[in-house]
């Protein structure tokens, strides 16, 4: 495989992990309510996950989907679920305050943001499908596995910085500020999306 190669199959990956989707959201929804030290543990937790795509893409998976549609049907719809009662969350509690740093409340933990983030990114099973038509036509079947380590490094690099980036973005203060003044907009509007993207991703 060669270096251009390389960075060419990486850039696609980073421009997927780049486009609007659940985990950007949850990304922009975490560095707003909890700040960025959460956002950033979510954001890593992300990157795990799309590592466990690529992985499963490497091994296999995406061809087991293909050869047993029923298989990736039942995560579609599991995964959609569970964004589906983040969204319902989301609209539920649109109208509760913020809580602010300086009261003491108790944020969600890093092991949680971490949790949060893989689950996240494991709820949309289309990764698999993406990472393994990318790795079909871009990655030789002879490539030594340092480099198929190294790509995948790569990938969670560009998932964990673009959601991190994400994350910090929205929790800057002026963010923060401009949010609490119309937050149970942006909740239900958040609630909305993530509930839209659920559908897309269960009949997609």
């Given amino acids: 495989m060669t270096l251009t190669a390389f960075f060419a199959t990486w850039a ?8 609007p989707g659940p985990a950007v ?20 937790g992300i990157g795990l996950g799309a590592i466990i795509w690529a992985m499963a893409a490497l091994f296999g998976l995406s ?38 740093p300086t009261t003491g409340a108790a944020f969600r933990s890093i092991p949680g943001a971490l949790r949060l ?3 996240t990114q494991l709820a949309n099973p289309k990764p698999a499908i993406f990472f393994g038509a990318v790795f079909v036509g871009m990655v030789p079947t002879d490539t030594p596995n340092w480099i198929l380590v190294a790509l ?4 969670f690099l560009g998932e964990t910085l673009w959601t991190a980036g994400v994350a910090r973005l929205f929790s800057l203060e002026k963010t923060r500020r401009f949010y609490i003044t119309v937050k149970h907009l942006i909740d239900r509007a958040f609630g909305g999306i993530l509930a839209l993207l659920s559908i897309k991703i269960a009949t997609n």
């Fill in 12 to 19: 696609i990956c980073f421009l997927a992990a780049a486009s």
């Fill in 25 to 44: 959201l949850m990304a922009a929804r975490i560095g707003l309510t909890e700040g960025f030290r959460t956002g950033l543990a979510l954001a890593v």
């Fill in 63 to 100: 061809l087991l989907f293909e050869f047993a549609p029923v298989l990736l049907t039942a995560f579609k719809f599991g995964g959609a679920l569970f964004l589906i009662w983040i969204a319902l969350n989301m609209w539920r509690n649109a109208d509760a305050p913020i809580a602010e």
């Fill in 117 to 119: 983030g893989v689950t």
């Fill in 152 to 155: 995948l490094g790569c990938i």
